[in-house]
Structures are given as structure tokens and as C-alpha cells.
């Protein structure tokens, strides 16, 4: 990874969004299965909010702009998926309103793309 590139992963935790950071309470330091998930992690071109390595799996938080970014959003997923990456992708009323229901989703998405 590059210089710039870590700077700006940095630079995405520092400014994360209250929902964001409701989600990484619940992810961080192995909370959710012992998986181990990284937050602002760089993948190619991009930055992904949330990713776990070993079950090559990414979980992503869309605020309200993604409405408008869907042609953006639709040419990541496409990438992540050629390097045979899983993209799961929340609203933050999703995470906000039922966040049970999204760990829930998070977990069955870590098994059926990992061996455990």
C-alpha cells in the first residue's frame, strides 16, 4: 500500500460516520465469530468500509449520497467481485434501526464465503 493510500484510510476512520462506528462496535476485535475485520481498508483502486480477509468478504454502510452514485457503486462491486470479493451492502436506517438483523446477515455472508 502506499504511502497516500494509508494516509487516506487513516483519514476515512478519523471522519467515520456515527453509524459507521455503531457497526465497528460490533465488528472490531473479533466480536462477531472471532472473524477479524478491518475498517477503511484499501482493495485495488478503492476503499471499503468494512472487509474480513480470511472470508474475503466486504460489508458496506451506504448513507443517503449512494442513491446517487449507483453507476460508481454498481463498477466497485464489479471489481471486488473479479478479485473474488463477497459485497454486502446496508443502508445506514438498516444498521441504525436493526442492527441484529444485519450481524445476522454478516454472519451467514462469513460462512457460506469462508470454511467455518
Not at 494516509?7 to 478519523?14: G, H, I, K, P
Not at 472473524?35 to 460489508?59: A, N, T, W
Not at 449520497?65 to 454498481?74: L, S
Not at 466497485?76 to 441484529?100: K, P
Request: hydrophobic share 35%; glycine share 10%; aromatic share 6%.
Amino acid at each position: 500500500m502506499t504511502r497516500d493510500r494509508a494516509e487516506s484510510s487513516r483519514a476515512l476512520r478519523r471522519r467515520a460516520t456515527g453509524i459507521e462506528t455503531t457497526l465497528w462496535n460490533e465488528l472490531r476485535g473479533r466480536r462477531l465469530d472471532g472473524l477479524k475485520f478491518r475498517r477503511q481498508h484499501p482493495l485495488g483502486p478503492y476503499v471499503v468500509d468494512f472487509c474480513c480477509l480470511e472470508r474475503r468478504l466486504i460489508i458496506e454502510v451506504d448513507g443517503e449520497g449512494h442513491t446517487q452514485q449507483q453507476e460508481y457503486d454498481g463498477a466497485r462491486t464489479a471489481y471486488l467481485a473479479a478479485i473474488s470479493y463477497g459485497v454486502n451492502r446496508f443502508t445506514n436506517e438498516q444498521v441504525r434501526s436493526d442492527i441484529g438483523a444485519v450481524l445476522i446477515t454478516i454472519r451467514q455472508a462469513a460462512i457460506s464465503s469462508g470454511t467455518g
